[in-house]
T-cell receptor, first 113, second 113 residues
């Protein structure tokens, strides 16, 4: 049973655009929501993460928006660049579970020059 | 600093053969994980360990075994490989609860014919 649903599966934007990737979760015990970025042939790398006590977190051009009541969170990439072209995964975990991450299915982002 | 190192990077097996994937980390991390990545399914947890000498099952453990005899190493074994185990395998590690950032290796591409 997939506990974290991610959309869209793929996304194409022009340079400078603002791609938005959405995730929804079911387990209300989740208390840590990271986003990972993966380039072809590489392992995923942590991009940004949020906990449910805040509704938004920004790091550079990347922003997570979190809606606890709707059990949804999203990644926004401001002023996107061709170098941002990668696969993005949302994930979630909760305390006491050895911090096992449940991943979304991934979004392949292409930023056109 | 090497981080998380996986060997081998590529391997082709015949159905029924066995093999061991090795993961080594030099960050003194307590927690270690094995994930498999399949198209459209994100990353799914196979087994994990919260410390030397401990192992536990993840979401998709069938057909795999693990061992963590030393804190820095986490081995994933396939006793009798099946075509369904064709995948990209990633090892990851973290400090644990309170510092959940996962560091991933570069992956092992395994094909079972």
């Amino acid at each position: 049973q997939q506990q974290v649903k991610q959309s869209p599966q793929s996304l194409i934007v022009q340079k400078g655009g603002i791609p938005i990737i959405n995730c929804a979760y079911e387990n209300t015990a989740f208390d840590y929501f990271p986003w990972y970025q993966q380039f072809p042939g590489k392992g995923p790398a942590l991009l940004i993460a949020i906990r449910p006590d805040v509704s938004e977190k920004k790091e550079g051009r990347f922003t997570i928006s979190f809606n606890k009541s709707a059990k949804q969170f999203s990644l926004h990439i401001m002023d996107s660049q061709p170098g941002d072209s990668a696969t993005y995964f949302c994930a979630a975990s909760f305390s006491g579970s050895a911090r096992q991450l449940t991943f979304g299915s991934g979004t392949q982002l292409t930023v056109l020059p | 600093n090497a981080g998380v190192t996986q060997t081998p990077k590529f391997r082709v097996l015949k159905t029924g053969q066995s093999m061991t994937l090795l993961c080594a980390q030099d960050m003194n991390h307590e927690y270690m994980y094995w994930y498999r990545q399949d198209p459209g399914m994100g990353l799914r947890l196979i087994h994990y360990s919260v410390g030397e000498g401990t192992t536990a099952k993840g979401e998709v453990p069938d057909g795999y075994n693990v061992s963590r005899l030393k804190k820095q190493n986490f081995l994933l074994g396939l006793e009798s490989a099946a075509p369904s185990q064709t995948s990209v395998y990633f090892c990851a590690s973290s400090y644990g609860e309170g510092n959940e950032k996962l560091f991933f290796g570069s992956g092992t591409q395994l094909s079972v014919l």
